[in-house]
């Protein structure tokens, strides 16, 4: 049975979301603030956390920082829509995912299988294991990755984005593919997403300007990983 992290404050939100969760034989724990969020994230490792961004003592962007430094699980914030800009700031610190309040609880629960099952995805590898380019390796049964001499940390989702990408190098992918193929979903999906990974992915690989790989933006189109012949 996999466990799920529901942290929010409205005990409304979490009652609903525990039914429908429930209904689909997931173990659900609750936090009702950032601080409880993270002991029981130490203390019950759940494979995916439901994370509201407006909560007392710890709100959940500063959740999320304090979790990414220890964890690599995946997070799905919970922003009210007047929150866009968190939404962005969210996925730009670690965020795999938004949803934005209100919401539909069918909805939650569908992203909720589509993370979990993309990111199990990377624990179980059907193809090789590692891919290697110069001053790159992707190691996925040991989930780590070497750029240009340097170790370079990754959430999960980044690192199926980034095996994903270097896997069909040289393809341009539009952002609803990318969002089919690494996230699972194209209905739920929101673009931005794709956008603020690919733009995190290129701050921690730090690629510099003579490299032989690099991500590419196809403008109007969408993304690649180039690789010089």
């Not at 690494?182 to 510099?208: N, Q, S």
């Not at 991500?215 to 990983?225: H, N």
Request: glycine residues 6%; aromatic residues 8%; charged residues 35%.
């Amino acid at each position: 049975m996999q466990k799920i992290l529901i942290v929010d404050d409205e005990p409304q939100i979490r009652d609903i979301l525990r039914l429908y969760f429930e209904k689909e034989e997931f173990e659900v724990i609750e936090a009702v603030d950032g601080a409880q969020a993270l002991l029981k994230l130490q203390e019950h490792k759940p494979e995916l956390m439901l994370l509201d961004i407006m909560m007392p003592i710890l709100d959940g962007l500063e959740v999320c920082r304090q979790v990414r430094k220890i964890s690599n699980v995946p997070i799905i914030m919970l922003t009210a829509k007047s929150e866009d800009d968190d939404r962005i700031l969210g996925l730009e610190i670690g965020a795999d995912d938004y949803i934005g309040k209100p919401f539909n609880p069918k909805e939650v629960v569908a992203r909720a299988k589509a993370v979990l099952r993309r990111s199990g995805s990377i624990e179980r590898p059907e193809e090789k294991e590692v891919l290697e380019l110069p001053n790159l390796k992707i190691n996925l049964k040991e989930f780590e990755v070497t750029a240009f001499g340097k170790a370079v940390v990754l959430t999960a989702k980044e690192m199926e984005l980034l095996w994903f990408l270097v896997k069909n190098a040289g393809q341009v992918f539009q952002r609803d593919q990318l969002l089919e193929k690494v996230w699972g979903y194209t209905y739920y999906g929101d673009t931005r997403t794709v956008d603020t990974h690919i733009k995190r992915l290129r701050f921690k690989l730090d690629v510099p300007p003579d490299s032989k790989w690099d991500i590419k933006t196809v403008w109007g189109v969408g993304y690649k990983f180039e690789v010089e012949k």
